[in-house]
């Protein structure tokens, strides 16, 4: 008499049963990168280097009265040298307060802006009457027929215009003890509307206090990825700092410390921050504390010519090098999924993560390319990356997952480049306006091109 064991598996072979284990396994499994043969993962290493990148960093200050000398080349040839990428330029219209710019003027500030291209940096402009409390400012009808005046300025340099701050309002522009009156929220209003009414409209502004910005916008509701990027006004306007880690209200920046503080956080994931020390109330900002809010401030640049006793602190410190490094936007790869292979007029696809070891984002948006270069002729073939690079965040990892086709490539073998550079059209093939990134080995210096360690055969069809 036959009889059924309930437990029928116990008389499977016990290989038998190890092989279908073994067998589920394999075919429920998340492959991984190397499980494709056509492709290489790749992990890039981490630099800590100190380098220069447009529109970040420590940066050198130079105002011009009305009728004054115009930037010297080779100063600004020696602020490359010193790894500076960015300037402040202060035109005081001093002589102007009572009637138009003169030609000569306006001359003045087209021949630095070129002076600056020429160069190689960029620029954050402010203008202003007086750079003395005691000083006059003009009306307002004159600061707007001044920004129609300068318009055309704009437009013609909005290549080597990082920033511009909101200026002409009493001492310095900052926004205080203005002989005509103008130090109003109704006055404000005007003079940034009209501001940002004569700037194109990729450019930024940056205004004194948050208080300022919330008074005018009638909210103290931060700036938010719905409108970033956007014409809409509020998303234009970011924060300059001209006392800096002073000590309390940082001399009546702000009104409601910690509030105003994290109201800046917020907004300058989308809009810029930056300024300058200067003498501290009480004692000198140490590392920790520096490191800390510009951490949360998400600060940008800083200037590198006021307060210098606190400078002097943080290198003595220790931390300058680090607070150079740590500036504004540094973009690391991390690692990327990239095919060994390719095949002329079809399609690659690519998996590149990157991450953001400043303390800022990028603010203005980037032209990014993969670039096939041949390793025989040197003859490089871009193909554009539809990818913003501004969204990738402090701390924040981007993961650019495309797949673009090799149109117009010819067979051979090719190094693969990630390249970075300015939306300008004047600037887009400069070397000095590309962005290279915080990795070990990976920066080509006479293309400004960053190589991501992978070979490419291109065969024909």
Known sequence: MTH????STKNIPVLLLICVVLSLYTACKKPSGNDDPNSTTIQYEVSTENFSNPERGFIHMLDVKSGGEGLNPLWLANLRAES????????YLDKFKDQPISDVELQLIRTDLQSIRDAGIKCVLRFAYTDYMAGTDAPLSIVKQHLDQLKPIFEENQDVIAFVQAGFIGAWGEWHS???????????????????SVLP?????????PGAKQAIYNTTAPVESAIAYTSENRARVGHHNDCFLAGGTDYGTYTNIQADKEYISKEALYVPTGGETC???????????????MQLLKWTFLNLDWYQP??????KSGCFEEFRRSLGYRLALMNAKLPKQGVTDQDYSVEIALTNKGYAPLYNYKITSLVFKNITSGTCYPI???VDLRSCK???????????????IPQGDYDLYLSINDRSPNLKNRIEYAIRLANTSTWEETTGMNSLKQKVKITAK
Request: glycine residues 6%; hydrophobic residues 40%.
């Open 178 to 196: 203005s002989s005509n009156g103008l130090a109003t929220v109704d006055n404000e209003r005007e003079v940034l509307s009209k501001l940002l």
């Open 84 to 91: 500076v990428s960015m300037m402040m330029r202060v035109f």
């Open 279 to 293: 003498p501290p109330e009480g004692a000198f900002p140490d590392c920790s504390t520096t490191r800390t809010e």
């Open 4 to 7: 059924t064991n309930r437990n």
């Open 394 to 408: 402090p701390n924040g990892v981007l993961t650019i997952t495309k797949s673009v086709k090799l149109s117009g």
């Open 384 to 386: 554009g990356l539809a």
């Open 201 to 209: 409209v990729e450019i930024m502004v940056q205004v004194r206090t």
């Open 310 to 315: 606190v400078l002097e602190a943080w290198r």
